[in-house]
């Protein structure tokens, strides 16, 4: 979490180890976005950032872990945080794996970029060998 962000409620966070654990993390992220009250359209990019990052957390990571936090800035917006993160190898050059097109597997290669894209912010810790941890927040408008 960013530092002038006030967390409403503890963060849950969610296992990923299967592919059932993708759904039930969409689902977590849907009813967290109603709970908060964005539009329709805000949750459905929240839940479609989310896929994405637990997606690959589980597909090249190996699995990992969901946080899902609902937070407050110090100006009284309100959003919603996701942190996800995984054991794998992590991602050796960050810029290549940020572009459109790039893809390790058999996607279509709009994975981080697309999820940059979705949110209002985005950061990325990445260490090769030892994993790497995505955090996002989409702030309500």
């Known amino acids: 979490m960013l530092p002038d962000e006030l967390t409403d409620q503890d963060p849950r966070e969610h296992t990923v180890r299967a592919e059932e654990d993708l759904l039930t993390a969409r689902h977590a992220v849907r009813a967290s976005a109603v709970a908060a009250g964005f539009s329709i359209v805000d949750q459905t990019k929240i839940v479609t950032a989310a896929s994405e990052l637990v997606r690959n957390a589980y597909i090249h990571g190996g699995g990992g872990t969901m946080t899902i936090a609902v937070v ?12 996800v993160r995984d054991g794998g190898p992590g991602i050796a050059d960050v810029e290549q794996a940020m572009a459109d097109g790039f893809s390790t597997g058999a996607g279509l290669g709009h994975g981080l970029g697309g999820t940059r894209r979705l949110v209002d912010e985005f950061t990325i810790d990445t260490t090769p060998g030892e994993g790497t941890t995505v955090t996002v927040v989409r702030w309500k408008p």
């Open 72 to 83: 407050r800035d110090r100006f009284g917006r309100s959003g919603i945080s996701l942190s």
